[in-house]
T-cell receptor, first 120, second 112 residues
Framework: AQTVTQSQPEMSVQEAETVTLSCTYD???????LFWYKQPPSRQMILVIR??????QNATENRFSVNFQKAAKSFSLKISDSQLGDTAMYFC?????????????????FGQGTILTVHP | DVKVTQSSRYLVKRTGEKVFLECVQD?????MFWYRQDPGLGLRLIYF???????EKGDIPEGYSVSREKKERFSLILESASTNQTSMYLC???????????FGEGSWLTVV
């Protein structure tokens, strides 16, 4: 079974500054995906960024980037030039990759979440 | 645009009532999921389904059941609601081997 741990229940940052959210995970799988989801007050889950474990290059999406350390089982999210609209709950999540060993059916294992507040 | 629709956003039910939470997706996805979200615990998988009439237990199935009679619809059933089932429930869907999961907007359930 997989576990995902987010050790920061709450974080805050000033507008335009940079913030990093931490995530560690534990798995015996070698092929998997890691995700960061954003959940604003509307509660709609929004995919922020996805990393495929077999890719060494860290994923980037505009102001969002990850630091993926496979050996350390660490997957942090960096938000640059923070904006007020980034205020949300952020979840780190793990998915086993479907392949010769069977399908994952898309099941996600989530961390506890980090509430990020961006201050003007 | 994929849409996952949860029919009820806010419900208040009494202890012992039978509760149905409905979810419909419009993209012909094979996989559908029910998660429960609680503060400090993140989202936890209750049940999932990878085909019509097929269902598998997730991590916290106790006190819940599900029904998938049609591909687009996945229902979560609380046979006898209890106060510890007060929570936010999120439905999601995806393609069979897909890694993009689409979420509904959530259903807030309060059991009194």
């Amino acid at each position: 079974a997989q576990t995902v741990t987010q050790s920061q229940p709450e974080m805050s940052v000033q507008e335009a500054e940079t913030v990093t959210l931490s995530c560690t995970y534990d798995t015996s799988e070698s092929n998997y995906y890691l995700f960061w989801y954003k959940q604003p007050p509307s509660r709609q889950m929004i995919l922020v960024i996805r990393q495929e474990a077999y890719k060494q290059q860290n994923a980037t999406e505009n102001r969002f980037s990850v630091n993926f350390q496979k050996a350390a089982k660490s997957f942090s999210l960096k938000i640059s030039d923070s904006q007020l609209g980034d205020t949300a709950m952020y979840f780190c999540a793990f998915m086993k990759r479907s392949g010769a060993g069977g399908t994952s059916y898309g099941k996600l294992t989530f961390g506890q979440g980090t509430i990020l507040t961006v201050h003007p | 645009d994929v849409k996952v629709t949860q029919s009820s956003r806010y419900l208040v039910k009494r202890t012992g009532e039978k509760v149905f939470l409905e979810c419909v997706q419009d993209m012909d996805h094979e996989n559908m999921f029910w998660y429960r979200q609680d503060p400090g615990l993140g989202l936890r998988l209750i049940y999932f389904s990878y085909d019509v009439k097929m269902k598998e237990k997730g991590d916290i199935p106790e006190g819940y059941s599900v029904s998938r009679e049609k591909k687009e619809r996945f229902s979560l059933i609380l046979e006898s609601a209890s106060t510890n089932q007060t929570s936010m429930y999120l439905c999601a869907s995806s393609r069979f081997s897909g890694n993009t999961i689409y979420f509904g907007e959530g259903s807030w359930l309060t059991v009194v």
